[in-house]
């Protein structure tokens, strides 16, 4: 490897300097310069990376020369990847750091930026440029430490590359060798950027990680603790107990000087993964959240309280803790109204409907009136997934509605309804149904058409809540549209239950019970009111008479499953 003086060191130092002042002079000069010095040193590894971060970035961006720019730079960044062989851990690094800025030139709308990104994804994609890059970087994985592992993952995270299996094993191999003792900042800084590294992660790799950085959890401030947590949610990996005993009871006595945006980043990670703290933890999560300083911002507050909505369990021995939360954060949005969007608020309506659990928690009236007032003046901005959030938390929280908004929705409703996903549609159905909000004319008719349409894509659970729906309102559909409905209900029963459908001897699956009753409840009052017969199996028969011996015996399960007293 190149040795560098004391002396050759400060040279290179100003050889630099005087790059990065000619970088401002005209085009052709700056190139004529950058190629003489260059020239002057090829085999040096610590010039080639210096005057590559000096010069490239600056002269793109102040140079509109277009092709040849682009043709330019290519050239230096080629020449630069073919020496990386015999550089060091620090500049092959570097190295990475360097495509990776230059390929966010990208961004800039100037053309030298536009040319600086091609030339950078040039180096990516050709033969000498990263792929090149990384078989030096792999050779060289015996010799790395923790920061280089972490270096290379995140630049290579930046730049959307994503490495082979052979070169990703040879990584976690490699990494988890110098795991043990390893600095616990660095640790999570580790997995924090593997995680953005594309590829699937080892489950024993995250596992060693966890397990070095838990053996001094003094050391880790809660930032960083937030940071592996946030790791895990991209990683899709569940930590074992021992990770979460350590977590919550370093953590508990550490949140009071947790910053809101913080509070929010670990509510998020921790509901995400389903982690459920101690009752002490709790209770110091709602302490430092009532004794901040520094007040919540809108969405803060809206992502806070959706996160605490899917992190509490119905009936669980935090719900009065969680009470209490919640009512803190809506202090805060009640402040806040005027400026919240309406994603946020809509956010906020899901989440309350969410934590009402069977009334068990209800927000103050006055709290849900002026969400309420607020979002009804927002309505026509709504997209479609945040407006099946709205009816879905509304008929949740089963607060009046103001006058005016039941109409306003309705006809929002009306002009969004194909671009509804499947279930969007049918929670919002089963809202409409919960809120007895009766469509008119038009809506059925858009409604109607759109079933039309999806009947066949409809999965079991997404039918059952629309028929459900349409039953109770109730909606009479056309004689087609029914007649499409009830064969699809009986393919879909057929293919979920095909395996365990015999005649005379018909159980369906305990996890999908609740959806077949629900489903066949709701075909039947539908054909009942359209036929007028006692049940089912007479009305699926009044519509064809060749049923196999797996649909004789779906309807006579349907037919028992429905006599008066059975629910």
Not at 126 to 144: H, I, M, Y
Not at 241 to 267: G, I, K, M, W, Y
Not at 512 to 525: D, K, V
């Amino acid at each position: 490897m190149h040795s560098l003086s004391a002396c050759g060191l400060v040279e290179r130092n100003s050889v630099c300097s005087r790059l990065s002042l000619r970088a401002a002079k005209q085009s052709k000069k700056c190139k004529v310069a950058f190629s003489r010095e260059y020239g002057s040193y090829p085999n040096d590894p610590l010039l080639l990376a210096q005057s590559l971060t000096a010069k490239s970035r600056e002269f793109v961006h102040q140079h509109q020369d277009g092709a040849d720019d682009a043709d330019w730079l290519t050239a230096v960044l080629s020449v630069s990847t073919s020496k990386l062989s015999v550089h060091s851990n620090a500049v092959l690094t570097n190295s990475l750091k360097r495509l990776a800025s230059l390929r966010a030139t990208g961004g800039s709308s100037s053309a030298a930026a536009a040319a600086a990104a091609a030339a950078a994804a040039a180096a990516v994609e050709g033969p000498e440029g990263l792929a090149g890059l990384l078989e030096s970087v792999r050779a060289r994985f015996a010799s790395f430490g923790l920061q280089h592992f972490e270096e290379v993952a995140l630049q290579l995270g930046q730049l959307g590359y994503e490495p082979d299996d052979e070169w990703l094993a040879s990584f976690e191999r490699h990494s988890m060798a110098v795991m043990p003792g390893g600095s616990p900042r660095l640790l999570s800084r580790l997995l924090l950027a593997r995680s953005k590294l594309p590829g699937a992660c080892s489950s024993s790799w995250c596992g060693a990680c966890l397990e070095a950085m838990t053996a001094q959890p003094e050391r880790l401030t809660v930032s960083s603790w937030v940071n592996a947590l946030w790791a895990l949610v991209r990683l899709k990996h569940a930590p074992g107990r021992t990770f979460q005993a350590v977590f919550f009871s370093s953590t508990a006595s550490r949140l009071d000087d947790v910053s809101p945006e913080l509070l929010t980043h670990l509510a998020w990670s921790l509901s995400r993964l389903q982690l459920q703290p101690s009752y002490l933890w709790w209770r110091s999560l709602v302490n430092a959240t009532a004794g901040i300083e520094k007040a919540f911002s809108h969405g803060q507050l809206a992502s806070l309280i959706h996160s605490v909505a899917l992190w509490a369990e119905p009936g669980g021995i935090h719900m009065r803790d969680v009470q209490r939360l919640v009512d803190l954060l809506l202090v805060e949005v009640d402040c806040q109204l005027a400026v919240m969007q309406p994603g946020e608020l809509t956010t906020i309506l899901w989440s309350l409907g969410s934590l009402n659990f069977a009334g068990k928690y209800v927000p103050d009236c006055e709290v849900q009136d002026a969400l309420l007032a607020a979002i009804q003046g927002q309505l026509p901005r709504l997209n479609p997934g945040q407006l099946a959030s709205l009816c879905w938390g509304l008929a949740k929280l089963q607060h009046p509605l103001p006058e005016g908004f039941a109409e306003a929705l309705l006809l929002e409703v009306q002009a969004q309804v194909q671009g509804f996903a499947d279930g969007g549609l049918a929670n919002v159905m089963w809202a409409l149904a919960k809120l007895r909000l009766q469509p008119g004319v038009a809506f059925k008719e858009a409604l109607w058409e759109e079933l039309h349409a999806r009947c066949s894509s409809l999965t079991l659970h997404d039918l059952s809540t629309l028929l459900w729906a349409i039953a109770r309102l109730p909606l009479q559909p056309p004689a087609d549209l029914l007649g499409e409905l009830t064969q699809q209900s009986l393919t879909l029963l057929r293919e979920v239950h095909g395996g365990l459908l015999h005649a005379g001897n018909f159980t369906p699956m305990p996890t999908s019970r609740r959806e077949f009753a629900e489903l066949t409840e709701a075909t039947a009052n539908l054909v009942l009111a359209e036929l007028g017969v006692g049940g089912l199996a007479e009305g699926a028969a009044a519509a064809d008479q060749s049923f196999s011996d797996e649909e004789s015996a779906l309807n006579g399960y349907c037919a028992v499953e429905f006599q008066p007293g059975c629910r």
